[in-house]
């Protein structure tokens, strides 16, 4: 059964110019670096957050689906403090809008954006998730 998140990807052509701008966004560079014999950068690993999730970036050439695919599926959602303030800092690092910040009811609010690198990034704010941490 599920017990919890442990890694999330993101998928990349430049993988170098994906984790600058991650570190800026996150404010902490990545702790793992893997290269192929001889190439760029194929994968670079944050660990972010109360639970030091990870957040993988990884070069696209490894990904399962093809290059260009329009956004869809399940949306993992990064828990924040203040929805609209994480929005506009995305936006302002060149992120473009997916779903604007909305209400779900009792308290979670969400938004997506899509990340420089076609990328959709979840922010939520989750009172379960805070009372969790409680």
């Known amino acids: 059964m599920l017990r919890g998140l442990t890694t999330i990807t993101y998928f990349a052509d430049d993988v170098d110019a994906a984790r600058a701008w991650y570190a800026e966004f996150l404010g902490t560079d990545a702790y793992y670096f893997g290269r ?5 950068l194929a994968y670079v690993e944050f660990r972010i957050g109360d639970h030091l999730h990870e957040l993988g970036l990884l070069n696209r050439r490894f990904a399962p689906h093809a290059a260009g695919m329009q956004p869809a599926g399940a949306i993992a959602y990064w828990a924040v403090d203040d929805v609209q303030v994480t929005w506009d800092r995305l936006i302002e690092l060149g992120a473009s809008a997916h779903e604007k910040a909305t209400e779900r009811g ?13 990328n959709v990034v979840g922010i939520m704010f989750n009172q379960h998730y805070l009372d969790m941490l409680a």
Do not use: W
């Open 36 to 40: 192929e014999a001889g190439s760029d």
């Open 106 to 118: 009792a308290g979670f609010v969400t938004a997506s954006v899509l990340d420089p690198f076609g």
